[in-house]
């Protein structure tokens, strides 16, 4: 019932700048969560940054002041504009969509999209 689609992703070098979109359908986009996730090889899933319906905004700490999570909810789309890249911020990126419930439990949504490859190279 949910579709995410990501965009964006590519090979940069450090210091570059790439942006990440994700466009959502099938549920109302403006009372749902939105959260960028991100996979590098060997490595669990995390958290990157996260989004309220009214664009209240957290961030893991590795990407404070580098990336800036947004949203446009008529056009149910959720931005990373991503900065300052480093070589550590080589990863899978992931558009995730969530409940009230699950921010609440500060856990990812079920839906996902299937990923967007982002590679920062020196």
């Known amino acids: 019932q949910v579709q995410l689609v990501e965009s964006g992703g590519g090979l940069v070098q450090a210091g570059g700048s790439l942006r990440l979109s994700c466009v959502a359908s099938?549920?109302?986009?403006?009372?749902?969560?939105m959260g960028w996730y991100r996979q590098a090889p060997g490595k669990q899933r995390e958290l990157v940054a996260r989004?309220?319906?009214?664009?209240?905004?957290k961030y893991s700490d590795s990407v404070k002041g580098r990336f800036t999570i947004s949203r446009d909810n008529a056009k149910k789309t959720v931005y990373l504009p991503m900065n300052s890249l480093k070589l550590e911020d080589t990863a899978v990126h992931y558009c995730n969509q969530g409940s009230w419930r699950d921010y609440l439990s500060n856990q990812p949504g079920d839906y996902w999209g299937q990923g967007t490859q982002v590679t920062v190279s020196s």
């Open positions: 099938g549920r109302i986009f403006s009372i749902n969560y």
């Open positions: 989004i309220t319906s009214d664009s209240r905004t």
